[in-house]
Nanobody, 117 residues
């Protein structure tokens, strides 16, 4: 089964930036980033799809976050700019059939993001 390993999380002040990485053990057509804050449900953040081609962003991160792939490395990135305290949470990389939590068939272990005001 495919394995996913996230990295790049950390603590940053509001307005700062972080770049998350997700290394996959094999090539995956559709991948996504999801996050979960304490006491809240896991939510989709962004997806990168190759079939059909496209990207998806949650309204709350549009214009601030950017998802990209390096196919040569089987790596997906999430560039997060203008971070807000409400962006804090555990960020998970996932292999998806479609861009929703119900579409996930493999989860990574997660990487923590903390944004302080």
């Amino acid at each position: 089964q495919v394995q996913l390993v996230e990295s790049g999380g950390g603590s940053v002040q509001a307005g700062g930036s972080l770049r998350l990485s997700c290394d996959a053990s094999e090539d995956i057509e559709r991948m996504g980033w999801f996050r979960q804050a304490p006491g809240k449900e896991r939510e989709r953040v962004a997806c990168h799809l190759r079939s059909p081609s496209g990207t998806y962003y949650a309204d709350s991160v549009k214009g601030r976050f950017s998802v990209s792939r390096d196919s040569a490395k089987n790596t997906m990135y999430l560039q997060m700019n203008s971070l807000k305290p409400e962006d804090s949470g555990m960020y998970y990389c996932a292999a998806v059939k479609y861009c929703a939590t119900t579409g996930v068939y493999v989860w990574g272990q997660g990487t923590q993001v903390i944004v302080s005001s």
